[in-house]
């Protein structure tokens, strides 16, 4: 088995503990909340395209109703150079518009040290910025 299996494997073990380990800025709150996998494989508007695979995205619920559902989308990276926060943020737009939320925060974790990796997505003229993308959470080992 992968080491990229195993760590799949350990997040969907143990969401709570991974969620407050990777993300606990966001994950402060999930207490005894849901959290249910996502499917990883991406839906494809047409056959043929790309086909695009997620590593864990993680949808959290709150079964009495008093928080909007929140969804985890846990990237993880061997090698940081094959990062692109272009293609998360893709991952991020479709799962949002598949599961109709805009509750979605971005977690990239890299096995090995990573500098020099963009943190963030800025999508701006010479007047205005029309998007921002930053990552919630970038952990490296």
């Known amino acids: 088995m992968s080491h990229d299996q195993n760590f799949k494997n350990l997040i969907l073990d143990?969401?709570?503990?991974?969620?407050a380990f990777f993300a606990a800025a966001e994950a402060d709150t999930v207490g005894a909340a849901q959290i249910t996998p996502v499917r990883q494989e991406q839906l494809?508007?047409?056959?043929?395209e790309r086909f695009r695979e997620l590593d864990v995205p993680l949808l959290v619920q709150w079964p009495d109703g008093r928080r909007e559902a929140l969804?985890?989308?846990l990237e993880?990276?061997?090698?940081?150079?094959?990062?692109?926060?272009?293609?998360?943020?893709?991952?991020?737009l479709d799962l949002a518009k598949l599961l109709r939320t805009d509750r979605v925060v971005p977690v990239v974790?890299?096995?090995?040290?990573?500098?020099?990796v963009a943190q963030r997505l800025r999508l701006s003229?010479?007047?205005h910025t029309y998007s921002r993308f930053p990552l919630s959470e970038l952990h490296s080992g």
């Open 14 to 19: 143990y969401p709570h503990q991974e969620l």
């Open 44 to 48: 494809q508007a047409r056959l043929g």
């Open 71 to 73: 969804l985890f989308v």
């Open 76 to 92: 993880e990276e061997s090698d940081a150079r094959r990062f692109s926060i272009h293609r998360l943020a893709h991952y991020c």
């Open 109 to 116: 974790i890299f096995l090995r040290q990573a500098t020099g």
């Open 125 to 127: 003229g010479d007047q």
